[in-house]
């Protein structure tokens, strides 16, 4: 593979140039799109590249039948693997379930360097391996997997770290170095430093580790005087010559640790360090070359440091003794020709892709254990052509041990108040205020933390106004965090931060009742978490938001389970829950709650009005008779609160039932016992809806004026109140005045403006019902095709919702449509459906409905319609209905003349 920048023809596979260590590309011969060395597909189009990949196997987790160790390729020789056919790479394996799981390829480009170096060290060679990365890329992973090696007891690690605020001192570096070698700041006083040094550095016998002539210079990096034991006159020397004895002495250091066993020194973040320490490390480059020492070097990628030529200085002292780890944040294409790579597929479902793009955040190491927990926990699975599909809800995907253990590493070397500011943080939730984490926790210097986290790219300012803000710069930290936290650490956060939400946001707590409930929860205090969820249910069915409010609803009541005494009775949860329910058109749901209520409650009052939301549901679903004797049995709940409130809201949906039996006059007389009720408690919303039942039954009589006249009092009254569900009702009303009055595009618009604030609110029943009205209209104004549109979509939801009654409605209403297109078996198809679920249900105006529009349809047919008839005019008279019947009976008589 020849380079660009040099000319120089790599061996196939390589990704960086062995000469100039230019990073080298493919190309995809589908689109031309380039790629990176080693990847399987192409992140564009998803067309395999090369069966000829830098891979090997390896199975990232134990299981009852294979072990890390079992891959395909020996550990031994696993570093390169040249000219493999297309299956290498890869293995499977049995487990528990009988099927089988394929590994994932791991690219040898990011974690095979480590491997080879690390044999290199056991092997006696000297080595370099840097990893250059923003934001700590790929540190943890390269740390964990030195860490856990399998060869791990045949090395030794010795760590040392460069601190943002320690540029200016000399060989800082390697002070912290010998500190760690020393155990100092951690098991001796300070006192006894300087006998620690002399007993550890200072041993008898030819491999001494340090003569006493040059322990002085140790000791002097370190600030440390043993002046007493080493007689050196260092004001007497230059500082050119003490430079050299301090390089000489570290090497010294170097070299007699060596001969005890092979050493791995940790650099990290470089990019802090002093110019003495990288000038050091610089001329040590060329004597471990022969050493049994590696040195694995972490910094950013700027180069506005001291030890931005260290990776060209080792290039030239180690030459192939010296490599690199290549950790790039990836783009979203680069992301998911990775996952493509990684599963071995060229299409992956997009909530895949996405899902991996939004957890890893462009991190390459998360997002091979992202894919990998998705194929462990049976969230992605393969079909038996290799296709890989989505098995479970992604949703419920939690990260992986493995990835918590990577992310875990770089968090445990913190010092105490990082740890604990990550801590407190991750249980706040992903992103926190800086005021509030402020009162939250008792940690001096909070700014200097923050700062701190920020630096090491573990959090990120994510807002400035309103408020300053922080988030973790990956969901995935947040997650390892708190997951770390034992039960009893997290049960006190909780707590803590629960009762700080309350003051903190105490002006605007209704903002925070979820996470104020959450953190209560957490806390085991289960009763203010119940208070609290109540709270938001109710702020989100006052906001219409119908779903949530569900949610909060069931949660509160989930909770009723585990303590006794709620501080808020459990029927008013379900009364709440039902009016949700009722909106979303879920009747039997919302009489279910309801009953659940009445079982609760224990005066005849509240039980009276519970039993009349139920009777009021059963309406709705059609089943008048069953309404009628629930609403009696509510009456008798009443009998002795005859000027109450609730006996006026069951006179008024008594009455809203008479009229439909067309016994006007009882109606009109109970909406008017109901008002005078209404108006005596001054309960304005009782005295609109009110106002707008009578203006329906005057409009049932024809007497369209004085309807009109109560329908605007009612429509002004609900808009005052701000009674957006009220107010779409007797639009709705109107519509239908409007449709009478034969005034078909005010009707239309009306339809529509109670369809608008219907669907906004979430008012299923609602919406459904102005779509069929404004279908109906439609079809009055000859618009068939809209009419059609309109009717189908009216049917859907009324279907959806199980509503027979109105279903069997706009099968009739869309069997109209048909008719007038002269469609006449699909009008026929549809009244077929309607006459099915009217038998089932036995509803006899709508058979008598559907009689009548059969009959129409056989005229249209040129067949004899008298049948159909005679069957209508039977029902209507069955009823007694015998205006209907009458009517029918003059259409009969119309087209008796008539042959067919």
Not at 218 to 233: E, L, Q, T, Y
Not at 834 to 855: F, G, H, P, Q
Request: negative net charge.
């Amino acid at each position: 593979m020849e380079c660009s920048e040099c000319g120089f023809k790599n061996r196939e596979g390589v990704k960086h140039c062995t000469r100039c260590g230019t990073e080298l590309q493919v190309f995809c011969a589908e689109c031309k799109s380039p790629a990176r060395v080693g990847d399987l597909f192409c992140g564009e189009c998803g067309k395999q590249l090369s069966a000829k990949s830098d891979t090997y196997g390896i199975l990232h987790k134990k299981s009852p039948s294979c072990d890390r160790n079992d891959a395909l390729f020996d550990k031994n020789k696993v570093d390169v693997v040249q000219d493999a056919p297309e299956s290498a790479g890869r293995f499977k394996c049995d487990v528990k379930d009988q099927t089988v799981k394929t590994a994932i390829a791991v690219e040898l480009t990011e974690i095979g360097p480590l491997n080879r170096s690390i044999e290199n060290l056991l092997n006696g060679a000297g080595h370099t391996l840097f990893l250059i990365a923003d934001d700590d890329i790929g540190k943890s992973r390269v740390l964990y997997e030195a860490k856990t090696h399998p060869e791990r007891e045949k090395f030794r690690i010795i760590e040392g770290r460069c601190r943002s605020f320690n540029t200016s001192l000399s060989y800082f570096v390697f002070s912290e170095i010998i500190r760690t070698l020393l155990y100092m700041d951690v098991c001796y006083p300070d006192d006894n430093i300087e006998e620690r040094i002399a007993q550890y550095l200072t041993l008898e016998g030819e491999n001494d580790i340090l003569t006493p002539e040059t322990l002085i210079f140790i000791a002097n990096i370190m600030r440390i005087g043993v002046s007493k034991k080493c007689d050196v006159p260092l004001n007497q020397i230059e500082n050119k010559e003490i430079g050299t004895a301090i390089f000489n002495a570290i090497l010294r250091l170097i070299e007699g640790l060596s001969l005890k066993e092979p050493i791995l020194f940790i650099f990290d973040d470089l990019h802090y360090t002093d110019k003495a320490s990288a000038e050091i490390l610089s001329g040590l480059f060329y004597h471990i070359k022969n050493m049994p020492v590696m040195f694995l070097m972490f910094m950013n990628s700027q180069t506005n440091h001291h030890a931005a030529g260290l990776p060209l200085a080792a290039h030239r002292a180690l030459n192939d003794q010296n490599g690199e780890i290549v950790f790039n944040r990836l783009s979203q294409t680069e992301c998911d020709g990775r996952v493509h790579s990684l599963l071995q597929a060229a299409k992956i479902p997009d909530e895949v892709l996405f899902g991996v793009r939004t957890l890893s955040d462009g991190n390459p190491i998360y997002i091979e254990e992202i894919v990998k927990s998705l194929l462990e926990e049976g969230i992605v699975k393969r079909d038996s052509s290799g296709e890989v599909f989505v098995a479970k809800d992604i949703s419920i995907f939690t990260i992986h041990d493995s990835v918590k253990r990577i992310i875990m590493f770089s968090i445990e070397k913190l010092q105490g108040e990082f740890s604990e500011f990550l801590m407190t943080a991750s249980v706040v939730g992903k992103a926190f205020e800086y005021d509030f984490i402020n009162r939250v926790t008792d940690l001096e210097g909070i700014e200097e933390i923050i700062e701190g986290l920020a630096e090491r790219g573990l959090i990120y300012k994510s807002g400035s106004f309103p408020v300053i803000e922080y988030s973790f710069r990956n969901v995935l930290i947040r997650e390892a965090i708190y997951s770390s936290l034992p039960d009893q650490k997290l049960k006190e956060l909780h707590a803590r931060i629960a009762k700080a939400a309350e003051v903190y946001y105490a002006d605007n707590i209704d903002d925070h009742y979820e996470a104020v409930a959450h953190h209560y929860r957490r806390a085991d205090d289960l009763a203010r978490a119940y208070e609290y969820l109540f709270k938001a249910g109710i702020q989100a069915k006052e906001a219409y938001a119908n779903r949530d409010a569900v949610q909060y609803f069931f949660q509160s009541l989930e909770l009723l389970k585990e303590f006794e005494s709620p501080p808020v009775p459990p029927e008013d949860v379900y009364i709440a829950l039902s009016e949700v329910q009722e909106l979303l058109g879920e009747l039997e749901r919302a009489i279910d709650s309801q009953t659940r209520a009445m079982e609760l409650v224990g005066d005849d009052l509240k039980k009276g009005d519970t039993m009349r939301n139920i009777g009021r549901l059963y309406e709705k679903r059609g089943m008048k008779d069953k309404t009628m004797k629930v609403f009696e049995h509510a009456g008798e709940l009443l009998k002795d609160h005859n000027d109450s409130l609730e006996m006026g809201l069951l006179m008024m949906n008594q009455s809203w039932i008479l009229n439909r039996m067309k016994r006007f006059d009882e109606a009109v007389k109970k909406i008017n016992d109901s008002l005078e009720i209404f108006q005596n408690h001054d309960a304005k919303e009782h005295i609109a809806q009110a106002y707008n039942n009578l203006a329906v039954f005057l409009e049932h009589q024809w007497l369209l004026d004085s309807s009109l006249e109560y329908n605007l009092k009612s429509l002004s009254m609900f808009t005052e109140l701000g009674n957006r569900r009220k107010a779409a009702d007797v639009y709705l009303s109107l519509g239908y005045l409007e449709n009478k009055r034969n005034n078909l595009d005010t009707a239309l618009g009306y339809f529509d403006k109670a369809f608008d604030i219907m669907e906004s609110i979430g008012n299923r029943y609602g919406a459904g019902t102005a779509l069929m009205s404004k279908g109906r209209c439609l079809i009055d104004l000859g618009r068939l095709e809209e009419a059609e549109q309109t009717l189908l979509m009216s049917a859907m939801i009324h279907k959806e919702l199980n509503l027979d009654k109105k279903v069997v409605d706009n099968e009739l209403a869309l069997s109209k449509v048909y008719m007038e297109k002269r469609e006449n078996a699909v009008a026929m198809n549809h009244l077929k459906g309607a006459r099915e679920l009217s038998v089932e249900n036995d509803y006899k105006t709508s058979l008598a409905k559907i009689a009548l529009m059969e009959a129409r349809i056989l005229i249209k047919e040129g067949k004899g319609p008298e049948e159909k008839f005679q069957e209508a005019i039977a029902i209507y008279k069955s009823l007694g209905r015998d205006r209907e019947a009458a009517k029918v009976s003059e259409e009969l008589e119309w087209i008796s003349g008539m042959s067919f």
